[in-house]
């Protein structure tokens, strides 16, 4: 098992809680940005503690490079999330979260669709391969 897994699925349950909050206020149909800010902003006012696009080392045979990742939020460095206001979850998305999750070493991932009636009905789970066993 990851040894961030078990914190990672309680923040899980906060972080959709703060995002079905947001859906409930702004509902479908705006830009990610707006989502993004306003899920943030959620999480600040519940005291969780988040970043967003930041650096991370990238290493690639004898290459060893900061690069700035362009993920939406992460919870205590141990649960990413993913917003998104699209028609459809596509599978590049999920590959891109997973992506993501493997270069900063985090279990698990969210990704929300805000672009839905109903926001749990558009939030997809994922795990980073061996993390909950």
């Known amino acids: 098992m990851h040894?961030?897994?078990?914190r990672a699925n309680e923040l899980s349950k906060l972080a959709i809680g703060a995002g079905i909050e947001v859906h409930r206020d702004k509902g479908p149909g705006l830009i990610e940005s707006i989502y993004e800010k306003c899920f943030a902003h959620e999480?600040?006012?519940q005291g969780i503690r988040?970043?967003?696009q930041q650096p991370v080392r990238i290493s690639y045979k004898d290459l060893t490079f900061e690069e700035p990742l362009r993920y939406?939020?992460?919870i205590e460095s141990c649960l990413l999330i993913e917003l998104k206001a699209?028609?459809?979850i596509?599978?590049?998305h999920r590959a891109q979260l997973m992506s993501y999750m493997k270069l900063l070493d985090v279990p698990l991932g969210l990704i929300m669709n805000?672009?839905?009636v109903k926001l749990t009905d558009d939030i997809h789970r994922m795990l980073l391969p061996g993390s909950a066993d």
């Not at 040894?3 to 078990?6: E, G």
């Open 3 to 6: 040894p961030k897994y078990q």
């Open 43 to 45: 999480l600040t006012l």
């Open 50 to 52: 988040w970043d967003s």
């Open 72 to 74: 939406d939020v992460l």
């Open 86 to 88: 699209v028609e459809k």
């Open 90 to 92: 596509l599978p590049i």
């Open 114 to 116: 805000f672009n839905s």
